[in-house]
């Protein structure tokens, strides 16, 4: 896979922004924080939450046309995206919120939808691979382990 850019940097912080009301914001913290928390285990990177706009990776629940060039499509279709490292808009995640984001198989579970983003976030295009996260299309039934050895392999080589 051919890999983008890249934080020329270990640490990475990130802030959330606007929440969705399908879940509290404890829980969209959690699984956020997990969300990260998959890639800093596989390789050298760590994560940091702060609560300000000048976090690195932005993360928020938009709808529709938003502010940046690529407007949601309301329910189901896009359901997030993710701009490439770098500055200002770089690593910025968005969730549509006309999705209905869940903790379990019903809707779209927000756990295994950021952690695919936050893979592009940090550098890291689509698979070819069924197996792997960065699969272009979602699928709830990802195991335990969200990582394929590939996906572990990619964040090796880029960083
Ligand atoms: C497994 O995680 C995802 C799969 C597919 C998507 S998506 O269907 O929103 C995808 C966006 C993306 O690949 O990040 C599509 F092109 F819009 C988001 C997360
Ligand atoms: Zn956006
Ligand atoms: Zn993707």
Redesign the pocket.
């Given at each position: 896979n051919a890999q983008g850019t890249r934080w020329n940097k270990n640490i990475i912080t990130y802030s959330i922004g606007r929440y969705t009301r399908d879940l509290p914001r404890s829980t969209v913290d959690f699984l956020l924080e997990t969300a990260f928390r998959v890639w800093a285990r596989a390789s050298s990177l760590t994560f940091v939450r702060m609560h300000s706009h000048n976090a690195d990776i932005m993360v928020e629940f938009v709808t529709s046309d938003h502010g940046d060039l690529y407007p949601f499509d309301g329910p189901r279709?896009?359901?997030?995206?993710?701009f490439g490292p770098g500055l200002g808009v770089g690593g910025d995640t968005h969730f549509d919120d006309d999705e209905r984001w869940t903790t379990g198989k019903t809707g779209f579970n927000l756990h295994?939808?950021a952690a695919?983003?936050f893979g592009?976030a940090l550098g890291l295009k689509?698979s070819r691979n069924p197996e792997s996260?960065m699969?272009?299309?979602?699928?709830s039934s990802r195991g335990a382990s969200l990582l394929a050895s590939e996906d572990v392999a990619n964040i090796n080589t880029l960083y």
């Amino acid at each position: 896979n051919a890999q983008g850019t890249r934080w020329n940097k270990n640490i990475i912080t990130y802030s959330i922004g606007r929440y969705t009301r399908d879940l509290p914001r404890s829980t969209v913290d959690f699984l956020l924080e997990t969300a990260f928390r998959v890639w800093a285990r596989a390789s050298s990177l760590t994560f940091v939450r702060m609560h300000s706009h000048n976090a690195d990776i932005m993360v928020e629940f938009v709808t529709s046309d938003h502010g940046d060039l690529y407007p949601f499509d309301g329910p189901r279709g896009t359901l997030a995206h993710a701009f490439g490292p770098g500055l200002g808009v770089g690593g910025d995640t968005h969730f549509d919120d006309d999705e209905r984001w869940t903790t379990g198989k019903t809707g779209f579970n927000l756990h295994v939808v950021a952690a695919h983003e936050f893979g592009h976030a940090l550098g890291l295009k689509h698979s070819r691979n069924p197996e792997s996260l960065m699969y272009p299309t979602y699928k709830s039934s990802r195991g335990a382990s969200l990582l394929a050895s590939e996906d572990v392999a990619n964040i090796n080589t880029l960083y």
